[in-house]
Protein backbone atom coordinates (compact mmCIF):
# COMPACT_ATOMS: atom_id res chain seq x y z
CA UNK A 1 0.00 0.00 0.00
CA UNK A 2 1.30 3.38 -0.56
CA UNK A 3 2.11 6.05 2.14
CA UNK A 4 0.07 9.28 1.94
CA UNK A 5 2.61 12.04 1.48
CA UNK A 6 1.79 14.52 4.83
CA UNK A 7 3.24 17.44 2.62
CA UNK A 8 0.93 20.23 1.65
CA UNK A 9 0.54 22.96 -0.76
CA UNK A 10 -1.90 25.68 -1.32
CA UNK A 11 -3.53 25.89 -5.11
CA UNK A 12 -4.70 29.31 -5.72
CA UNK A 13 -7.00 29.84 -9.03
CA UNK A 14 -6.84 34.09 -8.86
CA UNK A 15 -9.37 36.64 -10.25
CA UNK A 16 -12.10 34.34 -11.70
CA UNK A 17 -15.18 35.94 -13.56
CA UNK A 18 -18.29 34.19 -13.02
CA UNK A 19 -21.22 35.25 -14.61
CA UNK A 20 -24.84 34.47 -13.50
CA UNK A 21 -23.97 32.25 -10.51
CA UNK A 22 -26.88 31.56 -7.66
CA UNK A 23 -27.29 34.45 -5.21
CA UNK A 24 -29.74 32.60 -3.78
CA UNK A 25 -28.12 30.55 -0.66
CA UNK A 26 -30.69 28.95 1.02
CA UNK A 27 -34.20 29.50 1.57
CA UNK A 28 -33.95 32.41 4.20
CA UNK A 29 -30.73 34.46 2.56
CA UNK A 30 -29.42 35.67 -0.60
CA UNK A 31 -26.47 38.10 -1.45
CA UNK A 32 -23.84 35.47 -2.51
CA UNK A 33 -23.44 31.99 -3.40
CA UNK A 34 -23.27 29.63 -0.31
CA UNK A 35 -20.02 27.86 0.86
CA UNK A 36 -21.82 24.46 0.00
CA UNK A 37 -21.26 25.71 -4.03
CA UNK A 38 -17.85 25.99 -3.61
CA UNK A 39 -17.13 22.48 -1.24
CA UNK A 40 -19.53 21.27 -4.35
CA UNK A 41 -16.91 22.74 -6.80
CA UNK A 42 -13.86 21.10 -4.93
CA UNK A 43 -15.46 17.43 -4.94
CA UNK A 44 -16.37 18.18 -8.77
CA UNK A 45 -12.67 18.98 -9.76
CA UNK A 46 -11.72 16.00 -7.43
CA UNK A 47 -13.30 13.97 -10.18
CA UNK A 48 -11.54 15.55 -12.91
CA UNK A 49 -8.42 15.31 -11.46
CA UNK A 50 -8.95 11.46 -10.82
CA UNK A 51 -9.96 11.07 -14.89
CA UNK A 52 -6.98 13.66 -15.94
CA UNK A 53 -4.50 11.60 -13.57
CA UNK A 54 -3.05 14.59 -11.51
CA UNK A 55 -2.31 12.62 -8.22
CA UNK A 56 -3.44 15.72 -6.05
CA UNK A 57 -6.63 15.70 -3.16
CA UNK A 58 -8.07 18.81 -2.56
CA UNK A 59 -9.08 18.78 1.16
CA UNK A 60 -10.30 22.26 2.07
CA UNK A 61 -11.56 25.07 0.58
CA UNK A 62 -11.67 29.38 0.84
CA UNK A 63 -13.45 32.22 -1.37
CA UNK A 64 -12.35 35.68 -1.56
CA UNK A 65 -14.78 38.02 -3.42
CA UNK A 66 -12.97 41.39 -4.98
CA UNK A 67 -16.64 42.71 -6.39
CA UNK A 68 -19.62 41.50 -6.73
CA UNK A 69 -22.81 42.29 -8.86
CA UNK A 70 -26.30 40.81 -7.89
CA UNK A 71 -29.17 41.37 -10.40
CA UNK A 72 -31.54 43.20 -8.79
CA UNK A 73 -33.77 46.40 -9.07
CA UNK A 74 -32.87 48.93 -6.59
CA UNK A 75 -35.51 50.51 -4.56
CA UNK A 76 -37.12 50.93 -1.24
CA UNK A 77 -38.39 46.75 -2.03
CA UNK A 78 -35.24 45.31 -3.91
CA UNK A 79 -36.76 42.61 -6.11
CA UNK A 80 -34.36 40.18 -8.63
CA UNK A 81 -34.73 40.72 -12.37
CA UNK A 82 -35.95 37.79 -13.70
CA UNK A 83 -36.34 36.09 -17.15
CA UNK A 84 -40.10 35.00 -18.58
CA UNK A 85 -39.76 31.49 -19.45
CA UNK A 86 -40.78 30.43 -23.27
CA UNK A 87 -44.51 29.38 -23.99
CA UNK A 88 -45.23 26.21 -23.40
CA UNK A 89 -45.99 23.65 -26.52
CA UNK A 90 -49.84 24.95 -26.42
CA UNK A 91 -49.00 28.35 -26.43
CA UNK A 92 -49.72 29.41 -22.80
CA UNK A 93 -47.70 31.24 -20.76
CA UNK A 94 -45.11 29.29 -18.20
CA UNK A 95 -44.41 29.68 -14.43
CA UNK A 96 -41.80 32.26 -14.00
CA UNK A 97 -39.31 30.38 -11.25
CA UNK A 98 -37.83 33.12 -9.23
CA UNK A 99 -34.14 33.07 -9.64
CA UNK A 100 -31.08 35.05 -8.49
CA UNK A 101 -28.26 35.68 -10.19
CA UNK A 102 -24.89 37.56 -9.45
CA UNK A 103 -21.99 38.31 -11.53
CA UNK A 104 -18.59 37.69 -9.52
CA UNK A 105 -14.95 38.60 -9.35
CA UNK A 106 -13.61 35.80 -6.90
CA UNK A 107 -10.37 34.03 -5.92
CA UNK A 108 -10.35 30.39 -4.48
CA UNK A 109 -8.04 28.72 -2.53
CA UNK A 110 -7.76 25.37 -2.00
CA UNK A 111 -5.33 23.27 0.26
CA UNK A 112 -3.92 20.01 -1.76
CA UNK A 113 -2.34 17.34 -0.46
CA UNK A 114 -0.74 13.63 -2.98
CA UNK A 115 -3.16 10.75 -3.10
CA UNK A 116 -2.17 8.14 -1.34
CA UNK A 117 -3.36 5.82 -4.15
CA UNK A 118 -1.33 6.94 -6.80
CA UNK A 119 1.45 4.41 -7.93
CA UNK A 120 4.95 4.58 -5.79
CA UNK A 121 6.97 7.51 -6.43
CA UNK A 122 8.85 10.73 -4.75
CA UNK A 123 7.01 12.94 -2.88
CA UNK A 124 5.68 15.97 -5.67
CA UNK A 125 5.11 18.65 -3.58
CA UNK A 126 8.49 19.71 -2.02
CA UNK A 127 10.46 22.77 -2.27
CA UNK A 128 12.20 23.24 -5.75
CA UNK A 129 9.27 21.62 -7.97
CA UNK A 130 7.77 24.05 -8.90
CA UNK A 131 7.66 23.55 -12.51
CA UNK A 132 5.68 20.38 -11.75
CA UNK A 133 2.96 22.26 -9.39
CA UNK A 134 2.65 25.30 -11.85
CA UNK A 135 1.80 22.59 -14.82
CA UNK A 136 -0.57 20.89 -12.52
CA UNK A 137 -1.78 24.98 -11.54
CA UNK A 138 -2.18 25.66 -15.34
CA UNK A 139 -4.17 22.52 -16.28
CA UNK A 140 -6.00 22.60 -12.78
CA UNK A 141 -7.16 26.73 -14.08
CA UNK A 142 -7.93 25.03 -17.54
CA UNK A 143 -10.15 22.91 -16.50
CA UNK A 144 -11.77 24.88 -13.57
CA UNK A 145 -12.48 27.48 -16.75
CA UNK A 146 -14.76 24.89 -18.52
CA UNK A 147 -17.04 23.90 -15.18
CA UNK A 148 -19.92 25.79 -13.62
CA UNK A 149 -19.34 27.84 -10.63
CA UNK A 150 -22.63 27.83 -8.21
CA UNK A 151 -24.04 27.52 -11.38
CA UNK A 152 -22.69 30.31 -13.16
CA UNK A 153 -20.81 30.95 -16.40
CA UNK A 154 -16.58 31.31 -15.66
CA UNK A 155 -15.39 33.80 -18.64
CA UNK A 156 -12.29 34.33 -19.58
CA UNK A 157 -9.71 36.06 -17.17
CA UNK A 158 -8.56 39.86 -18.09
CA UNK A 159 -5.00 40.45 -17.55
CA UNK A 160 -4.79 43.50 -14.69
CA UNK A 161 -1.57 45.20 -13.85
CA UNK A 162 0.15 44.54 -10.89
CA UNK A 163 -2.01 41.45 -10.40
CA UNK A 164 -1.54 38.08 -10.89
CA UNK A 165 -3.85 36.37 -12.94
CA UNK A 166 -2.59 32.97 -13.43
CA UNK A 167 -3.24 29.69 -11.37
CA UNK A 168 -0.10 28.92 -9.43
CA UNK A 169 0.84 26.37 -5.99
CA UNK A 170 3.15 26.91 -3.38
CA UNK A 171 3.79 24.33 -0.47
CA UNK A 172 3.29 24.92 2.64
CA UNK A 173 6.64 25.14 4.89
CA UNK A 174 5.82 22.84 8.27
CA UNK A 175 7.84 25.36 10.71
CA UNK A 176 4.81 27.77 11.63
CA UNK A 177 7.06 30.57 11.55
CA UNK A 178 7.61 30.34 7.73
CA UNK A 179 4.31 29.06 7.37
CA UNK A 180 2.78 32.51 8.65
CA UNK A 181 5.77 34.24 6.84
CA UNK A 182 4.91 33.02 3.56
CA UNK A 183 1.24 33.39 4.02
CA UNK A 184 1.56 37.33 5.06
CA UNK A 185 3.36 37.38 1.38
CA UNK A 186 0.70 35.51 -0.62
CA UNK A 187 -2.81 37.26 1.33
CA UNK A 188 -1.99 40.44 -0.26
CA UNK A 189 -2.14 39.28 -3.93
CA UNK A 190 -5.54 39.22 -2.71
CA UNK A 191 -6.41 42.68 -2.30
CA UNK A 192 -8.58 44.57 -2.60
CA UNK A 193 -11.13 41.58 -1.59
CA UNK A 194 -13.29 40.16 1.38
CA UNK A 195 -12.58 36.54 2.60
CA UNK A 196 -15.73 34.89 4.16
CA UNK A 197 -15.47 33.03 7.28
CA UNK A 198 -17.06 31.61 10.08
CA UNK A 199 -18.23 33.09 13.62
CA UNK A 200 -20.30 30.40 15.07
CA UNK A 201 -18.58 31.84 18.30
CA UNK A 202 -21.19 35.51 17.50
CA UNK A 203 -23.97 33.25 17.04
CA UNK A 204 -23.35 31.35 20.38
CA UNK A 205 -22.40 35.30 22.31
CA UNK A 206 -25.70 36.13 20.94
CA UNK A 207 -28.04 33.48 22.47
CA UNK A 208 -25.96 34.32 25.47
CA UNK A 209 -27.44 37.83 25.31
CA UNK A 210 -30.82 36.90 24.53
CA UNK A 211 -31.20 34.52 27.41
CA UNK A 212 -30.42 37.48 30.09
CA UNK A 213 -34.05 38.67 28.68
CA UNK A 214 -35.50 35.86 27.32
CA UNK A 215 -34.87 32.48 29.43
CA UNK A 216 -36.64 30.32 26.66
CA UNK A 217 -34.59 32.30 23.56
CA UNK A 218 -33.84 29.29 20.67
CA UNK A 219 -30.68 29.43 18.51
CA UNK A 220 -33.32 30.50 15.86
CA UNK A 221 -34.27 33.74 17.65
CA UNK A 222 -30.39 34.41 18.07
CA UNK A 223 -29.83 33.98 14.39
CA UNK A 224 -32.69 36.12 13.50
CA UNK A 225 -31.66 38.38 15.77
CA UNK A 226 -28.08 38.85 14.55
CA UNK A 227 -29.04 38.96 11.15
CA UNK A 228 -31.04 42.11 11.18
CA UNK A 229 -30.62 45.90 12.93
CA UNK A 230 -32.04 46.43 16.31
CA UNK A 231 -32.04 49.81 16.77
CA UNK A 232 -32.81 51.39 19.78
CA UNK A 233 -32.14 54.90 21.67
CA UNK A 234 -28.26 55.72 22.66
CA UNK A 235 -27.77 57.17 25.18
CA UNK A 236 -24.86 59.83 25.83
CA UNK A 237 -21.39 58.46 27.21
CA UNK A 238 -21.13 57.76 30.84
CA UNK A 239 -24.93 58.79 31.37
CA UNK A 240 -27.61 56.54 32.99
CA UNK A 241 -30.03 54.05 31.07
CA UNK A 242 -33.24 55.38 32.01
CA UNK A 243 -31.93 59.34 31.73
CA UNK A 244 -34.50 61.06 29.70
CA UNK A 245 -33.48 62.93 26.50
CA UNK A 246 -33.26 66.85 27.81
CA UNK A 247 -36.17 68.79 25.66
CA UNK A 248 -35.37 70.22 21.71
CA UNK A 249 -32.13 67.67 22.60
CA UNK A 250 -31.43 65.16 19.11
CA UNK A 251 -32.09 61.76 19.71
CA UNK A 252 -29.82 59.27 18.36
CA UNK A 253 -30.77 55.78 17.54
CA UNK A 254 -28.38 52.90 16.51
CA UNK A 255 -27.86 48.79 17.05
CA UNK A 256 -26.13 48.58 20.78
CA UNK A 257 -24.53 45.34 19.47
CA UNK A 258 -23.29 46.42 15.89
CA UNK A 259 -21.07 49.53 16.84
CA UNK A 260 -18.12 50.48 15.33
CA UNK A 261 -15.42 48.24 14.75
CA UNK A 262 -17.70 44.39 15.17
CA UNK A 263 -16.98 43.99 11.64
CA UNK A 264 -19.07 42.89 8.62
CA UNK A 265 -21.46 39.81 9.66
CA UNK A 266 -24.24 37.96 7.43
CA UNK A 267 -26.23 35.43 8.04
CA UNK A 268 -25.41 31.84 5.86
CA UNK A 269 -25.55 28.63 5.07
CA UNK A 270 -22.97 26.40 6.56
CA UNK A 271 -24.50 22.71 5.39
CA UNK A 272 -27.41 20.45 5.83
CA UNK A 273 -29.28 18.22 8.55
CA UNK A 274 -31.05 15.44 7.68
CA UNK A 275 -34.72 15.38 8.21
CA UNK A 276 -36.01 12.29 10.78
CA UNK A 277 -35.80 8.70 9.09
CA UNK A 278 -33.18 6.82 7.85
CA UNK A 279 -31.46 7.28 4.29
CA UNK A 280 -33.86 5.23 1.47
CA UNK A 281 -31.83 2.76 -0.35
CA UNK A 282 -29.97 3.62 -3.33
CA UNK A 283 -32.55 3.57 -6.37
CA UNK A 284 -35.90 3.64 -4.48
CA UNK A 285 -36.01 7.54 -5.31
CA UNK A 286 -37.26 8.28 -8.75
CA UNK A 287 -35.33 11.31 -10.24
CA UNK A 288 -32.61 11.31 -7.72
CA UNK A 289 -29.34 12.79 -9.03
CA UNK A 290 -27.31 9.78 -7.77
CA UNK A 291 -29.23 5.98 -7.93
CA UNK A 292 -25.80 4.17 -6.48
CA UNK A 293 -25.94 6.53 -2.98
CA UNK A 294 -28.76 6.48 0.00
CA UNK A 295 -30.73 9.10 -0.23
CA UNK A 296 -31.59 11.39 3.16
CA UNK A 297 -33.91 14.86 2.82
CA UNK A 298 -32.43 17.24 4.66
CA UNK A 299 -32.85 21.47 5.47
CA UNK A 300 -30.38 24.13 5.66
CA UNK A 301 -28.26 24.61 8.79
CA UNK A 302 -27.52 27.86 9.51
CA UNK A 303 -24.61 30.30 11.09
CA UNK A 304 -23.26 33.37 11.08
CA UNK A 305 -20.32 34.46 8.60
CA UNK A 306 -18.00 37.34 8.40
CA UNK A 307 -16.30 39.47 5.20
CA UNK A 308 -12.88 40.10 6.43
CA UNK A 309 -10.21 41.40 4.57
CA UNK A 310 -7.08 38.69 3.65
CA UNK A 311 -4.84 41.22 5.28
CA UNK A 312 -6.32 40.88 8.20
CA UNK A 313 -6.33 36.75 8.62
CA UNK A 314 -3.14 35.10 11.07
CA UNK A 315 -3.28 31.69 9.54
CA UNK A 316 -3.89 29.94 6.51
CA UNK A 317 -6.64 27.76 8.18
CA UNK A 318 -8.58 31.30 8.79
CA UNK A 319 -9.26 31.19 5.18
CA UNK A 320 -10.11 27.81 4.59
CA UNK A 321 -13.54 25.82 5.22
CA UNK A 322 -13.91 21.93 5.11
CA UNK A 323 -16.32 19.69 5.24
CA UNK A 324 -17.70 17.68 8.14
CA UNK A 325 -20.06 14.97 9.18
CA UNK A 326 -22.08 13.97 11.95
CA UNK A 327 -23.21 10.85 11.17
CA UNK A 328 -24.82 10.28 14.76
CA UNK A 329 -26.55 13.80 14.51
CA UNK A 330 -27.12 13.33 10.98
CA UNK A 331 -25.31 16.70 9.94
CA UNK A 332 -23.63 17.49 6.77
CA UNK A 333 -22.00 21.02 7.07
CA UNK A 334 -19.26 23.17 6.24
CA UNK A 335 -16.71 23.80 8.95
CA UNK A 336 -14.64 27.45 9.13
CA UNK A 337 -10.59 27.17 10.69
CA UNK A 338 -11.11 30.93 11.43
CA UNK A 339 -10.20 31.56 14.78
CA UNK A 340 -10.78 35.30 16.23
CA UNK A 341 -8.27 37.36 17.96
CA UNK A 342 -8.29 36.97 21.66
CA UNK A 343 -9.79 33.38 21.13
CA UNK A 344 -8.16 29.93 22.25
CA UNK A 345 -5.69 28.90 19.46
CA UNK A 346 -7.77 25.65 18.70
CA UNK A 347 -11.00 25.38 17.20
CA UNK A 348 -11.19 21.84 19.68
CA UNK A 349 -10.68 24.47 22.44
CA UNK A 350 -13.59 26.78 21.32
CA UNK A 351 -16.73 26.41 23.48
CA UNK A 352 -19.50 24.83 22.22
CA UNK A 353 -23.54 25.63 22.38
CA UNK A 354 -26.42 23.61 22.03
Same mark, same amino acid.
Given at each position: ?19 ? #? ?25 ? @? ?28 ? @? ?15 ? #? ?136 ? !??? !? ?41 ? !? ?63 ? !? ?10
Amino acid at each position: MTALHTSQALLVLPRLRVQN #ANAISSPLTHGFPSITAFMGLMWALQR @KLATQGIPLQLMQVGVVCHHHEEQMVDGYV @KSFRLTRNPLDKDGSTA #AIVEEGRIHLDITLVFLVTERADTAPQAPALVQGNGVQMQEWAREIGRIVASMRIAGGTVLPTRPAPRQRTRPWMEVLPEDSEAQARDFALWRRRWLPGYALVGRDDLLAARLVHLREHQPDASLLNAWLHAARFNHA !PQT !PSGSEVDTPTPSGAKQSWGDPLRGKGTGWTVPIPVGYAALDGE !PLPAGTVANARDAGTPLAFVESVYSLGEWISPHRLRRVQDLLWRAETDTAMRLYRCRSGYIPAGA !PQSVEQMPEFD
